[in-house]
């Protein structure tokens, strides 16, 4: 079993930067996929970005392709989720989520263990 927590979340303008990051309880992390999901008020918990265990390979959506970029560092039990040239559309609340499996899914169902969230807000 594993525990995320996020942080790195905040209000930021139009065109600006953020970094979430995710760490990981346990020893095992490196066992698990992760992935970011986002939920905005009114709107049902969508992908954004996944990365499989090994790290080797990424996935994302169309939405933030280009523009946002997922890493891991297995022996910090971390995940990233760097953002750039953000938009007012990115504004939500953002979720790490975990999966015992070498490749990361791109469904809310895909995944069993998830954060709290933190906050990302975009001003126009």
């Known amino acids: 079993q594993v525990q995320v927590v996020e942080s790195g979340g905040g209000l930021v303008q139009a065109g600006g930067s953020l970094r979430l990051s995710c760490a990981a309880s346990?020893?095992?992390?490196?066992?698990?996929?992760m992935g970011w999901f986002r939920q905005a008020p009114g709107k049902e918990r969508e992908f954004v970005a996944a990365i499989a265990r090994s790290g080797g390979s990424t996935s994302y959506s169309d939405s933030v392709k280009g523009r946002f970029t997922i890493s891991r560092d297995n022996a910090k039990n971390t995940v990233y989720l760097q953002m750039n040239s953000l938009k007012p559309e990115d504004t939500a609340l953002y979720y790490c989520?975990?999966?015992?499996?070498?490749?990361?899914?791109?469904?809310?169902?895909?995944?069993?263990?998830w954060g709290q969230g933190t906050q990302v807000t975009v001003a126009s």
């Open positions: 989520a975990a999966r015992l499996l070498a490749e990361a899914p791109r469904t809310v169902n895909g995944y069993d263990y």
């Open positions: 346990g020893r095992t992390f490196s066992f698990y996929a």
